[in-house]
């Protein structure tokens, strides 16, 4: 078993299909305290996506309160609640969409002073899974960012989603409106389009291109 | 399985995202051919390092403000295209437009129901017309009866039909 289909079925297990079916089944009753429960949940996951998405943190925070306001109001529509996951990804990518409407994002450095202050605290908060991750983490980040910048936005949604969410590609092509085979080349482009920046940074600047 | 075939499925093959067929296929190639074997260890090892980096830096905002732009329970108000609209609002609609309607459609009936009526009467006059029309002539047939020329014949002892 690989190291990102753990992290996957671990991320799956903080919240049960089942729960959250019951909880969007009482939001959808106006239970409000439900709603907390799924934002706590889901907040971190889509401030994170429109982060990628927009390369810009306080459009992220602004964009994630519409999404889950937007959640709230429309949530009635939603017909089967197991495909809630998608349904909210949607919406944030909808949201991005609408902001950014013909006009490409600026992305901002993740290395700036309020991020790298959060930076440092994450990293004594969370232990780094293997040595490279640790040194190469904060650099590394930057470099991944630069990246999906630079891709081509059909790219950059499928391989956020794919990549750093560990969606599944159904529910990938669900939020893209794509079929599954178009959304499966989009990822293996992107994947390959990363790879080789990572690996060309890691080339260039520690002589680590042997890794790949 | 072509080199191609095989490169373009390696990402999908690395998220365990292919079917079991497809799978042990790639399997298979990868096992014989090199040049793909390596592509797919350099790209097992970016998903994995891609993995392994903590996410990016950065919290969701606070509940505070999102809740408090949430529709209360038994609201007033409800969302319509982004607008809050009071809950009155379809039902006042659907009221007007019904009173909207029926109006001109209860004077339209009103006006046939008149014009209905006033061709009841003159039926009703003509038809009464017809009947004293009837008993005149009927009553005049009478009369063509009584002075029927063989009747009359016969009285006067000229009927050409006797037998005399």
């Not at chain 1, 950014?100 to 002073?113: A, L, T, W």
């Not at chain 1, 936005?153 to 590609?169: D, G, I, M």
């Not at chain 2, 061709?119 to 038809?127: C, D, K, N, P, Y």
């Amino acid at each position: 078993m690989t190291a990102q289909s753990e992290r996957k079925r671990s991320a799956q297990n903080r919240i049960s299909p089942e729960r959250l079916e019951r909880l969007v089944a009482s939001v959808k009753d106006g239970d409000v305290e439900a709603f907390r429960q799924i934002y706590d949940f889901y907040g971190g996951k889509i401030v994170q996506y429109i982060y990628r998405m927009t390369g810009s943190r306080p459009e992220a925070e602004d964009l994630t309160q519409d999404t889950f306001v937007q959640a709230y109001r429309k949530i009635g529509s939603l017909k089967d609640n197991r495909k809630f996951q998608s349904w909210l990804y949607r919406i944030a990518q909808n949201n991005v969409y609408q902001k950014y409407r013909g006009k490409q994002p600026h992305f901002e450095s993740i290395n700036d002073e309020e991020g790298q202050e959060l930076a440092d605290f994450q990293k004594l908060a969370t232990p780094m899974k293997s040595p490279e991750a640790g040194v190469l983490s904060g650099e590394l980040q930057e470099v991944i960012q630069k990246a999906i910048a630079e891709l081509p936005e059909k790219y950059r949604k499928v391989f956020v989603l794919s990549a750093l969410h560990r969606l599944s590609y159904q529910e990938i092509s669900e939020i893209a409106d794509r079929s599954l085979a178009a959304v499966k080349s989009d990822i293996h482009r992107a994947r390959v389009a990363v790879r080789d920046k990572i690996k060309e940074y890691l080339g260039e600047n520690y002589g680590m291109s042997n890794l790949f | 399985m072509e080199c191609r075939t095989c490169f373009e499925s390696l990402t999908a093959f690395i998220d365990g995202e292919v079917a079991r067929s497809d799978a042990d296929a790639i399997q298979q190639h990868l096992d014989a051919c090199p040049g793909c074997l390596e592509q797919y260890e350099s790209l097992h090892y970016a998903t994995r390092l891609l993995d392994s980096l903590p996410e990016p830096y950065l919290a969701a905002p606070s509940f505070g403000p999102i809740e408090s732009r949430l529709p209360r329970a038994g609201s007033r108000f409800f969302d319509w295209g982004g607008f809050l609209v009071p809950r009155w609002v379809p039902a006042g609609a659907l009221a007007t437009l019904l009173l909207f309607f029926s109006v001109p459609f209860y004077w339209t009936t009103s006006s046939e129901r008149d014009e209905m009526e006033r061709m009841f009467t003159a039926f009703v006059e003509e038809r009464e017309r017809l009947e004293q029309e009837h008993l005149r002539v009927a009553s005049e047939s009478r009369r063509v009866v009584i002075s029927n020329p063989f009747t009359q014949v016969s009285q006067s002892g000229d009927n050409p039909f006797s037998l005399r």
